[in-house]
């Protein structure tokens, strides 16, 4: 059985698609959550005293501290030096810092969404505008 479409004096058959084959169209956003998964995101651990520092190299000088409960965002792994990007954090000053850090201070196993999972939900919305490329390569 054909259906048709009458438009002005035109017959136009309709196509129809088995609803089988039917998909819910999804926004670019909900593809992203549901293909990238936060595996490159990593909380920093075990700082005894002081602050974990941001390097502008591997072994280089100390741009920035991180504490411990920080969310960074892992890029490049050199050694046992990470070149992450600061996502949250106790201390919000930090937020966007690029640079190194000593990996041995960083857990990136098993973090699930930990506290600051809505952070970066909202950060994977949010444009990154730079007024310089940052300090990792990519």
Not at 39 to 67: E, F, H, K, M
């Amino acid at each position: 059985m054909k259906l048709f479409w009458i438009f002005g004096s035109l017959l136009l058959p309709l196509a129809l698609a088995p609803i089988a084959q039917a998909e819910t169209p999804r926004s670019d956003d909900m593809q992203l959550a549901l293909t990238d998964p936060l595996q490159n995101l990593c909380i920093v651990t075990n700082i005894q005293q002081g602050q974990l520092a941001v390097r502008n190299s591997p072994g280089g000088q100390s741009r920035a501290g991180l504490d411990n409960d920080n969310l960074v965002e892992v890029y490049q792994q050199q050694g046992n030096w990470s070149c992450v990007r600061v996502l949250s954090g106790p201390n919000q000053r930090v937020v966007g810092i690029e640079g190194w850090v000593n990996s041995n201070y960083l857990n990136c196993e098993n973090i699930g969404c930990y506290r600051a999972c809505d952070q970066v939900i909202q950060l994977r919305n949010r444009v990154n505008a730079r007024t310089r490329p940052g300090m990792c390569s990519r």
